[in-house]
């Protein structure tokens, strides 16, 4: 799968520890090293602004995808295009629509959402691109063991659930996310 640019999505603080920050900008190097384009939320807040703000002193180009709301009560970094939707919903869909393959760093509730939603278009044959986690520090331990109980119980299947890329070197991360099967497997059958 050719990836031109990757959709990110993470948290609007930094953490409580400084390797989510630390790791944000390792990964921001390699994404940049390779040539790759970032569309985020649009904002400076948090891991977002790190990540977007190493990608821009990188030379990338960022776009930044941000609603109305919102885009009047956060700051701004100079980005090479800002996009803004009437609403979260929007939002996401031209986050999906742009980006070659989704990556969630870090985040809260609003970040496992976006992933989520990512994956579970994914499931249903919306889109065929690679979803992935970027597990700074076992940051997601809970979240996979939340999808392996919902596959014991019988409400995800493995051939699903095994396409969610989890890793934690940017490196592998890239490589699996570039050769990524996008066949699209029927949730139906």
Request: net charge negative; proline share 3%; aromatic share 10%.
């Amino acid at each position: 799968m050719q990836i031109e640019t990757v959709g990110i999505f993470c948290g609007s603080s930094t953490g409580s520890n400084n390797i989510y920050r630390e790791e944000t900008i390792k990964l921001a190097d390699y994404l940049a090293q390779n040539g790759k384009s970032l569309v985020y939320g649009g904002g400076t807040a948090g891991l977002m602004g790190v990540l977007a703000g190493r990608m821009l002193e990188k030379g990338c180009r960022v776009t930044g995808v941000i609603p109305e709301m919102i885009q009047t009560k956060v700051g701004h970094l100079p980005l090479t295009e800002t996009i803004v939707t009437p609403d979260m919903h929007s939002r996401k869909r031209k986050m999906y629509d742009i980006s070659d393959c989704f990556i969630a760093l870090p985040g809260g509730i609003g970040t496992i959402e976006e992933i989520s939603e990512a994956f579970t278009w994914q499931q249903l044959g919306y889109h065929s691109k690679a979803v992935s986690l970027y597990n700074i520090n076992n940051f997601f331990k809970y979240f996979d063991s939340f999808l392996e109980a919902a596959e014991m119980a019988g409400f995800i299947k493995n051939v699903h659930r095994s396409r969610l890329i989890i890793e934690s070197e940017p490196a592998r991360l890239l490589e699996k996310l570039e050769s990524y099967d996008g066949t699209t497997i029927d949730k139906w059958s």
